[in-house]
């Protein structure tokens, strides 16, 4: 931890000497909220976000916050160990593949807003019949559009990279999320309780955009029956991308085995137990990291990732960075970063990268924190396994 904060309601425990102002400033408000619990963390990647910055940490009692999960709910990390020492380049081109060529990565996996022309296998998906208890329910109603958004990587900082690995294998990384489920969920149920809040004269102020749920009421218990759904649809769709993965280098390099999956989410509430009492647990772009619990924490195409094991630490509620973390907004980057110098960056390092207009500047290596430091800041907060190189990106 890098300092604390003791002028609010609560404190504000902060792993990083340069937050934002912005940032600094929504922290402020999750502070001052009545019914947070014990203090705010804020790791090491933060930057602002909506309602709450990014690489925030909020546990709250009695209430849930859809705007503390965010509208890309269960968006999260896969990583796989391949058998593979090595890999060739000319063997990485093949495997990424074109996207009219319906073979590699590209032609199998639809990026940016694209979709499946067909519904996926329904049994690929998370149990529909645990939400029949939730009136309206949205899931239901974009459950066939989600079928074919399953497998589906979307654009943004989703990525799907092949990577060098410190422990000599090659490994396989993807990061996704719920797609337009996802964000259909969040959108509907934060101005639910925007709706409620302003009827019961709620104490927060509208402007800082974290209107809340009462756990007890009946949309506050839908609101989290839907999160989970939308939780376990990013991990199948996760999982989908990364069987095709395989199925794509296998097709390549038929000798290749796979280790188990990697799964950590990075945007979700859930019940937890801290400090005594059970609350609910936000992670807004922060990833649990329990004892001896793996991650991953990804940098830029520009840089290295980490799988990591968690210490633990109470302080963070248990939690640590979700990447490496924006330093430049999107519109930002694509105004003050150059393409060529950017792309260059990607080229001496030997990079497939996915870097190819001025419209990808705002996922340039430049617009993102030095990863490096940001794990230099929460050392007490995991341990680093394995180091990863970029070998390969594919981007929407």
Request: proline letters at 4%; one cysteine or more; glycine letters at 10%.
């Amino acid at each position: 931890m890098k300092k604390v904060i003791g002028t609010e309601k609560k404190p504000i425990k902060l792993w990083l000497d340069d937050a934002e102002d912005a940032a600094l400033a929504q922290a402020r408000n999750l502070a001052n909220l009545p019914f947070t619990f014990k203090h705010v963390a804020i790791m090491p990647d933060s930057h602002p976000g909506y309602g709450m910055p990014i690489g925030g940490v909020l546990a709250t009692e009695d209430v849930v916050i859809p705007n503390a999960v965010g509208v890309d709910i269960g968006c999260g990390m896969c990583a796989v160990r391949t058998s593979l020492p090595a890999i060739e380049q000319s063997q990485l081109k093949t495997i990424l593949g074109a996207r009219e060529a319906q073979k590699g990565i590209r032609g199998v996996i639809p990026l940016g807003f694209k979709r499946h022309k067909k519904a996926q296998d329904k049994a690929l998906m998370p149990d529909i019949e645990r939400l029949a208890d939730v009136k309206h329910s949205q899931v239901e109603k974009h459950f066939s559009a989600g079928l074919k958004q399953l497998g589906t990587l979307g654009g943004g900082n989703h990525f799907i990279e092949i990577q060098q690995g410190s422990d000599g294998h090659i490994w396989l990384m993807v990061h996704s999320g719920s797609r337009n489920l996802g964000l259909q969920i969040a959108r509907h149920y934060n101005q639910m309780a925007k709706k409620m809040n302003t009827k019961w004269n709620s104490s927060v102020p509208e402007k800082w955009d974290l209107a809340f749920l009462p756990l007890e009421s009946s949309k506050g218990r839908d609101y989290l029956l839907e999160m989970q759904f939308c939780v376990d649809f990013a991990l199948a769709n996760r999982q989908l991308m990364m069987t095709r993965v395989q199925e794509v280098i296998t097709d390549v390099i038929p000798e290749v085995e796979f280790a188990p999956l990697i799964n950590i989410a990075h945007n979700y509430a859930a019940m937890e137990h801290h400090f005594g009492k059970n609350v609910i647990v936000h992670r807004k772009g922060a990833t649990r990291a329990r004892l001896g619990e793996y991650g991953i924490i990804p940098g830029s195409q520009g840089s290295q990732s980490f799988i990591v094991t968690g210490k633990g630490n109470p302080e963070s509620f248990s939690s640590c960075s979700h990447g490496a973390g924006r330093v430049l907004g999107r519109k930002q980057a694509q105004r003050v970063l150059d393409l060529a110098e950017q792309q260059k960056i990607l080229d001496d390092l030997g990079v497939l990268h996915a870097l190819r207009g001025k419209w990808g500047l705002d996922e340039a290596p430049g617009a993102y924190k030095d990863i490096t430091q940001v794990m230099a800041n929460q050392t007490d907060l995991v341990n680093i396994e394995v180091c990863l190189t970029p070998l390969a990106v594919v981007k929407g």
